[in-house]
């Protein structure tokens, strides 16, 4: 199977269209029509609808696609373990992640990465949205959540303690909730649509009914109206750890209650192993956020080998 035809149907579906995917793999519209014509020829199956603008996939083409990503993804591992080394991590690395936990823990180590690894680059979405990643031709997705069932590789990296955070001033004019009961009297600050706030009393989950005036569909909009005094919010200790420093925020413990804790997860299509250019992502953003975790008293996890 032609390997030059499977980059070009997995570009053309990750860049929405033909045209972009010659631009993208420096091939000319006609080339490039002609290896994924090649490609279907070979297959049997027509693997995308197309226009000169746009295309979607076929249920063939749907279907085919992981197993495109997967061709793709075993020479680049191939390339990778007989390369020398010395240069370091290679290719184009795409990752996705949740918006503050990347602007605050991802950002800062790009730069490093990159000094460091001359041949690497680097894709990030930021995004509080479960991305696809297969579809989307994403790498590696840092997740904050409950994972459910499925195809993907997930890997558990670090403990994401939490705790219940306000403003000074906020906490002045209301005073501190005491108890999980006293929430209900509260102004709470909360992802768009979540009624409830998770908690463990007595070594059993709890969930707390929470309101309050605003809510928002990302962590960087609660926390900001948060240190703006407008409402008590659960975050992660990574989330705030500058605002505590600062005494911006501070923590409102919660007698006999704590947060449910959940944990930061690299997430993978299914793949055989972990690419140099992951790998070291990964370790280095490991690196930033044991600082953190160990500060609370939790044990961060290693990275095992694929």
Not at 15 to 29: M, Q, V, Y
Request: aromatic fraction near 6%; charged fraction near 20%.
């Amino acid at each position: 199977m032609d390997a030059r035809g499977l980059q070009v149907f997995v570009s053309a579906v990750r860049k929405g269209s033909l045209s972009a995917a010659a631009k993208h793999l420096k091939l000319t519209p006609m080339s490039t029509t002609r290896r994924l014509v090649a490609l279907e020829e070979e297959l049997g199956v027509r693997l995308v609808h197309r226009t000169s603008r746009s295309l979607a996939l076929t249920p063939e083409g749907e279907a085919f696609l992981p197993f495109a990503c997967e061709i793709l993804d075993t020479q680049e591992a191939a390339r990778a373990t007989l390369s020398p080394t010395e240069g370091g991590a290679t290719g184009l690395l795409r990752v996705t992640a949740p918006v503050t936990l990347g602007r605050k823990r991802i950002m800062p180590i790009v730069h490093e990465l990159l000094d460091e690894n001359p041949r690497l680059r680097i894709e990030l979405d930021l995004n509080d949205a479960m991305v696809d990643i297969v579809a989307s031709g994403v790498d590696l997705a840092i997740r904050i959540a409950p994972l459910k069932d499925s195809g993907l590789i997930a890997r558990r990296l670090v403990d994401n303690p939490k705790l219940i955070y306000a403003a000074p001033a906020y906490l002045n004019r209301h005073g501190a909730p005491r108890t999980i009961e006293d929430l209900a009297k509260h102004e709470c600050l909360t992802f768009t649509n979540f009624t409830h706030w998770q908690f463990v009393v007595d070594g059993k989950e709890r969930s707390v009914p929470v309101s309050g005036r605003f809510s928002s569909s990302s962590v960087d909009g609660f926390l900001s109206a948060c240190v703006a005094g407008l409402g008590l919010a659960q975050l992660s200790a990574w989330d705030v750890q500058d605002e505590v420093a600062n005494g911006t925020l501070v923590p409102v413990p919660i007698a006999g209650a704590s947060p449910r804790d959940l944990a930061v997860w690299a997430v993978f299509p299914s793949r055989r192993q972990v690419l140099p250019k992951l790998r070291v992502f990964l370790n280095r953003f490991q690196k930033s956020l044991e600082g953190t975790v160990n500060a609370t008293g939790r044990v961060a996890c290693g990275i095992a080998p694929a």
